[in-house]
């Protein structure tokens, strides 16, 4: 005779559905249960302090946290379109693809004229639309001059590896 005794006659395995949803929840459970039995979660910071709740109730306490947690930055679109101006030639020298550059250029002149047909809703949109052959033909030069100074960089280097070696030499021979 075996240890196991049959179910109950009232019990039937099969008259449970249980979808998709259900077993994952039942597997997160167990999985969770078998932590907590081997002690996972005993030493988590901030174990048996109170939560940082409000003096008052605020109904959305949780998104002005995650907003302070996270560091977002919500300006309105004309602030938003400025710094992003502002920050386009950096960006754009990260680009190594001239149609890139482009492209990206067409993108910012999309957003600024999208925020002129728009109803301001801070600050009025001083922003202008950039010239894209000559934001282009900016990003091109500008990348020239860095090619020459790394060039220019790489010759002092080379010729100062150089005079080292040939002090090097002379040192040994004499």
């Given at each position: 005779?075996?240890?196991?005794?049959?179910?109950?006659?009232?019990?039937?395995?099969?008259?449970?559905a249980?979808?998709?949803?259900?077993?994952?929840?039942?597997l997160?459970?167990?999985h969770?249960?078998?932590?907590?039995?081997?002690?996972?979660?005993?030493?988590?910071?901030?174990?048996?302090?109170?939560?940082p709740?409000?003096?008052?109730?605020?109904?959305?306490?949780?998104l002005?946290?995650l907003?302070k947690r996270?560091?977002f930055?919500?300006?309105?679109p004309?602030?938003?379109?400025?710094?992003?101006?502002?920050?386009?030639?950096?960006?754009?020298?990260?680009?190594?693809v001239?149609?890139?550059?482009?492209?990206?250029?067409?993108?910012?002149?999309r957003r600024?004229?999208?925020?002129?047909?728009?109803?301001?809703?801070?600050p009025p949109?001083?922003?202008?639309?950039?010239?894209?052959?000559?934001?282009?033909?900016?990003?091109?030069?500008?990348?020239?001059?860095r090619?020459?100074?790394?060039?220019a960089?790489?010759?002092?280097s080379?010729?100062?590896?150089?005079?080292?070696?040939?002090?090097r030499?002379?040192?040994?021979?004499?």
């Amino acid at each position: 005779m075996t240890d196991r005794h049959p179910p109950p006659a009232f019990f039937n395995p099969y008259a449970v559905a249980i979808d998709d949803k259900v077993a994952i929840a039942l597997l997160a459970d167990l999985h969770i249960r078998k932590a907590i039995e081997r002690g996972e979660f005993d030493d988590l910071p901030g174990s048996g302090k109170p939560l940082p709740m409000p003096d008052r109730y605020d109904p959305d306490w949780w998104l002005k946290n995650l907003v302070k947690r996270e560091r977002f930055v919500m300006l309105p679109p004309s602030i938003e379109l400025r710094r992003e101006d502002a920050a386009l030639d950096d960006r754009l020298d990260e680009i190594w693809v001239e149609d890139d550059v482009r492209h990206e250029v067409e993108e910012f002149n999309r957003r600024v004229l999208r925020g002129r047909y728009q109803v301001p809703a801070g600050p009025p949109l001083v922003t202008m639309p950039r010239d894209v052959e000559a934001t282009v033909a900016a990003w091109a030069d500008r990348r020239a001059a860095r090619a020459a100074e790394a060039r220019a960089r790489a010759l002092a280097s080379a010729s100062d590896e150089g005079r080292r070696r040939r002090r090097r030499f002379v040192r040994r021979s004499r």
